[in-house]
Structure formats: structure tokens, C-alpha cells
């Protein structure tokens, strides 16, 4: 049990780096990557789930959720978590998003203060809608976690009409589903898709030195919160009932 809360935690970590990052770069004043736009987003997110699945495997988590919402599913298909697993591996989760986006603060150090935009200083933490409507937002975050939650079931699933996938294609294949999702969900919230990314930042946001930063949007925060959850559960009463 040790081995999987470390490997989630150190996951996390990446994928926030990594995620969080290349936001930084697409964004922050006087980053070299400022203006690279939606698709340079989408793909450094997908690398960044490809390459926490990596590192969450390698150092014990051999389900490499890194998203209680995928978690939770995985939990109610049965067999692969207890009830009582599930709060340290979330817990990791949060924590290893929180470190990780406290790195990218680091590392993009003397952007903060050109960037004028509190929302832009927002963005590269937590994700936020593009239009304001709380019920619409949630929607989008529901059906792209459906999404993302059955996709994998796609991907690894018993009785798939796909082949026997190697487990060594595993991160690549997530990788290409998330950044398959963003592409074509994104535009509406943001696609947080995940709960422990959203949620993790936001906290980080709202207690690091930043300066103008502004507030964080705390009135929005339960959508990407809430709405990855639920959309996650579908996604896995949906699996199973194609199972």
C-alpha cells in the first residue's frame, strides 16, 4: 500500500509540473512559449499524463490513476481498491498536484510579477470556464470525464474488440486519450477532468507569494471538483454494462 500512495504522490507531481508547466510557458508575459495557443496546451498535457503514468508505475502505483475521479471508477468496477485504500491514495493524489504546482511557481519565478492578468496567473493553476454558467460548466466536466473514465476502460478492459494492449503501451495510450479530450472538450471549461489537478493548484494559488494574482475563483471551484466525480462514475457504470 506504501509503494502505490508514493507512486501516486510522485505521479501527481509530474503531471503537474509537466501540465501546470506548459500552461506557464503558452501564457505567462516574457515566457519564450507565450502565444503558443490551445494545441501546444492540449499536447504538453497529454505528455504530461504520459509521462506521470511513467513515473507512477516505475515507483509502485501499477494502476497509475493520478485523478481520484478515475480512482473512485475503478473502485466501484470492483476488485482493485478497498474501501479503505481509497482515501490515502487520494489524498497522495492531492498532494503530489499541490507540490507540483508549487514547483512550477518556482520554476516560472520571475514571470509572475510581468504578468499583469490575475485570470492569466489563475490559468496556469486551476481551469476555468470560458463562458460563466454553472450548469453547462458541469455538464462539461461530467461528459469529459465520462469520457476519459470509460476510454481507459476502452484501453484496458476485459472483452475488447481492440487486441490484447501491453501494459507497456498503457501510458502512451492515456496520454493520447487526454490529449484527444482537451482538444475536444477543452474549449468550454478548461477540461480539468480531475478533481486533485483542479483542486490541489487552486489551494497552492491562494497561499503562494504571487504577486496581483488576484483571487481564486473559489465560487467556480466545486465544478471541477464535483463535476469529474460525477462524470467519472458514469463512465464507469457505462463500462460495465458493455462488459
Known amino acids: ?14 503531471l503537474m509540473l509537466f501540465g501546470g ?8 508575459t516574457k ?3 507565450l502565444n503558443a495557443g490551445w ?24 494502476q497509475a490513476d493520478l485523478n481520484p475521479a478515475v480512482t473512485l471508477a475503478k473502485y466501484l ?4 481498491y478497498t474501501l479503505g485504500q481509497l482515501t490515502p491514495i487520494i489524498l497522495a493524489q492531492f498532494l503530489g ?10 520554476a516560472y519565478y520571475s514571470h509572475w510579477k510581468e504578468t499583469k492578468d490575475p485570470s492569466t496567473i489563475l490559468a496556469v493553476f486551476s481551469t476555468g470556464p470560458a463562458i460563466r454558467s454553472s450548469g453547462a460548466n458541469f455538464i462539461n466536466e461530467v461528459i469529459g470525464t465520462c469520457v476519459l473514465v470509460f476510454g481507459i476502460g476502452a484501453i484496458f478492459g476485459k472483452a475488447t474488440n481492440n487486441g490484447e494492449i501491453s501494459p507497456a503501451m498503457g501510458p502512451y495510450f492515456v496520454g493520447l486519450l487526454v490529449w484527444a479530450v482537451i482538444l475536444s472538450l477543452g474549449g468550454a471549461t478548461g477540461c480539468a477532468i480531475n478533481p486533485a489537478r483542479d483542486l490541489a493548484p487552486r489551494i497552492a494559488h491562494s497561499l503562494l507569494p504571487i504577486s496581483g494574482k488576484g483571487n ?3 465560487s467556480y471551484a466545486w465544478i471541477p471538483v464535483l463535476g469529474p466525480i460525477v462524470g467519472g462514475i458514469f463512465g464507469a457504470l457505462l463500462w460495465r454494462a458493455f462488459l
Open 1 to 14: 500500500m506504501e509503494d502505490i500512495v508514493l507512486g501516486e504522490f510522485l505521479g501527481c507531481i509530474f
Open 21 to 28: 508547466g506548459v500552461v506557464a510557458n503558452c501564457v505567462l
Open 31 to 33: 515566457s519564450k512559449g
Open 39 to 62: 494545441l501546444a496546451i492540449a499536447i504538453g498535457w497529454g505528455f504530461a499524463v504520459m509521462g506521470a503514468v511513467f513515473v507512477a508505475k516505475s515507483t509502485g502505483s501499477a
Open 77 to 80: 468496477l470492483g476488485g482493485i
Open 97 to 106: 498536484c499541490f507540490v507540483g504546482s508549487v514547483i512550477v511557481w518556482l
Open 216 to 218: 481564486s475563483d473559489w
